[in-house]
């Protein structure tokens, strides 16, 4: 215990893979961008008229597109996840450790980017149905930062955080309940802010 104060310090823990990460930002002079790749399912309407035109190596981190031809494409990432990965998987190797980094105290990002369908929304997400397992990054996220500053003897929280979309131009804030029609930047105060 502290001396005087009644409050037992907390000693703190850090995973290894959030050491891994702070030594890469060291590394890289503070600024580490990761890129992972998601291949969701194949649709089943799609399947049944189209050869699958990507491979997933795990073990490499590499996805294989193949052209209409057949000619294949190969590219490399810092991990990637096929079409049987899980919520959890991605949120655990991904996400995880960049929470660890906001609850120590760091600005964090992270950017889903790809073609309309290709599962970012899911990702995101997830399903909002009231089973967990099926929660996406935003809702793992908040719920896994509320825990780790819950750990800590803070006397003062304060967290801002925002999840916005941008499609076809328009800015939607993921917080709010009606979108915002502006197909130049908006800025709006988030309810959770």
């Known amino acids: 215990k502290k ?3 009644g409050k037992t310090k907390v ?3 850090v995973d290894q893979r959030v050491q891994a990460r702070n ?9 580490k961008v990761d890129v992972f790749v998601r291949v969701r399912p194949q649709l089943a309407d799609i399947q049944a008229k189209q050869k699958i035109a990507v491979e997933v190596d795990h073990e ?6 193949k052209d209409p031809a057949g000619n294949p494409t190969k590219y ?5 996840y096929g079409p049987d990965s899980s919520q959890t998987d991605v949120y655990d190797d991904c996400v995880s450790p960049i929470v660890e980094q906001v609850s120590s105290g760091l600005s964090c990002c992270i950017f889903a980017y790809g073609q309309t369908g290709a599962g970012k929304t899911f990702t995101m997400r997830g399903d909002l149905s009231d089973n967990p397992d099926n929660y996406g990054i935003i809702q793992r996220s908040l719920v896994h930062l509320m825990k780790r500053l819950h750990e800590h003897e803070y006397t003062d929280i304060n967290v801002k955080c925002s999840f916005l979309e941008i499609y076809n131009e328009s800015l939607e804030d993921l917080f709010l309940e009606s979108k915002i029609s502006s197909k130049k930047s908006t800025s709006s105060k988030s309810p959770l802010t």
């Open 60 to 65: 490499g981190a590499k996805i294989e597109v």
């Open 11 to 13: 000693t703190r823990h």
């Open 76 to 80: 490399t990432y810092d991990k990637v």
């Open 23 to 31: 030594s890469a930002l060291n590394a890289f002079g503070g600024v």
């Open 3 to 5: 001396k005087g104060t």
